[in-house]
């Protein structure tokens, strides 16, 4: 029986490979834990809970502390957490949110009652704009994560809530995932040089895998002015955004331009390197600016894989996200769907 239980839970680990909670998201889908913590600083709780068909948000950045005295080196990862439904990702961050000495600032506080009283809650009637499309540069929006998208926005304006094609420009631009990725790779080089210091040895290419050692090698090489130009444009994506929102309430878009791949996907592929850094077009840029996005299972491909669809709020709109989701989730109930290896009732 345990035997059986690895091999299957390894093709569940393989849906999550694209990021590192892989192995955590498995877990929650494969029914041995009910809740698992991962750090998402730049899709890596989203994409693995939309490739295992669970619920994952990202809050927004000061949401919940590092810790006293803490901060995270990796810009703007945030602690996250994946789930199976609304209700329990509410109910862990309602315990973990706040803040600690030293924090710079956060989001208002949660609304009376917290993010699990939103369960249930009616939103009001909300804008809501539509990105179904990945840019020229990017890997493109399969049909069917497509349809995913579309049938989510059709279900949105069956519940009373306005829906039409609109979403920040300057997000699909390809500087967006350039400067991302120009201010990860330092980010990265400097960890690996606190590790050294820490170990009093240098971590290799056979240390680290392929994409990881890719940006330490950015990192190290990226002058002063080529980082402070990533920060400007960064700051200036910032900016757009918060205007968009101005005229909206949410973003409805792909967590992933395709449905799960392989095991190993796509970093044994020829062009592995430059997918790693596409396959972040709809997540990474609400790490740049800070705002909370969800991702929750929208629909299973004729083979079963899952597809999930991304909401992304204002900053310190984690409410919004709750409540909407909510709704999707009463409309199509996803909890059921489980893999072979999940365990039986009273197990």
């Not at 991962?38 to 810790?67: N, Q, T, Y």
């Not at 002015?225 to 955004?241: D, F, I, T």
């Not at 970093?267 to 596409?278: I, N, T, Y």
């Not at 396959?279 to 929750?296: D, E, Q, S, W, Y």
Request: aromatic share 6%; hydrophobic share 45%.
């Amino acid at each position: 029986m345990h035997r059986t239980v690895r091999l299957d839970l390894g093709r569940l680990i393989g849906r999550a490979a694209m990021a590192g909670r892989r192995g955590a998201s498995a877990s929650v889908a494969a029914g041995m834990v009910p809740v698992a913590q991962g750090g998402d600083g730049g899709g890596s709780v989203r994409i693995p809970a939309a490739f295992c068909h669970l619920v994952g948000l990202k809050p927004s950045v000061g949401r919940v502390s590092a810790g006293p005295g803490k901060s995270s080196r990796w810009g703007h990862s945030v602690p996250a957490v994946v789930t199976r439904t609304v209700r329990d990702t509410a109910a862990v961050l309602d315990a973990v949110s706040g803040g600690a000495p030293g924090d710079l600032g956060g989001p208002a506080p949660l609304p009376p009652g917290g993010l699990a009283a939103m369960v249930g809650r009616d939103p009001g009637r909300l804008r809501v704009g539509v990105l179904a499309h990945a840019p020229d540069h990017a890997p493109q929006v399969a049909d069917e994560v497509r349809e995913a998208v579309l049938d989510t926005a059709r279900i949105l304006e069956r519940l009373g809530h306005e829906v039409e094609e609109a979403y920040p420009a300057r997000m699909l631009e390809p500087r967006c995932l350039e400067a991302f990725f120009d201010a990860l790779s330092v980010t990265a080089a400097q960890s690996v040089e606190a590790l050294t210091r820490e170990l009093g040895e240098e971590p290799g290419p056979d240390d680290l895998d392929p994409v990881t050692w890719l940006w330490v090698r950015r990192g190290r090489e990226i002058t002063g002015l080529e980082l402070a130009g990533a920060l400007v444009w960064q700051n200036g994506l910032r900016a757009a955004m918060a205007h968009w929102w101005q005229g909206f309430d949410l973003l409805l878009s792909p967590v992933f331009a395709t449905p799960p791949g392989p095991v190993g996907w796509p970093w044994r592929e020829p062009d592995g390197l430059q997918k790693s850094v596409d396959v972040l077009t709809f997540t990474a840029p609400f790490n740049t600016t800070g705002r909370p996005a969800i991702a929750v299972p929208a629909a299973l491909t004729e083979s079963g894989e899952p597809i999930g669809i991304q909401l992304a709020a204002a900053y310190g709109r984690e409410d919004l996200l709750v409540s909407v989701a909510a709704l999707l989730e009463a409309e199509r109930p996803w909890a059921s769907h489980r893999p072979q290896v999940f365990p039986a009732e009273g197990m």
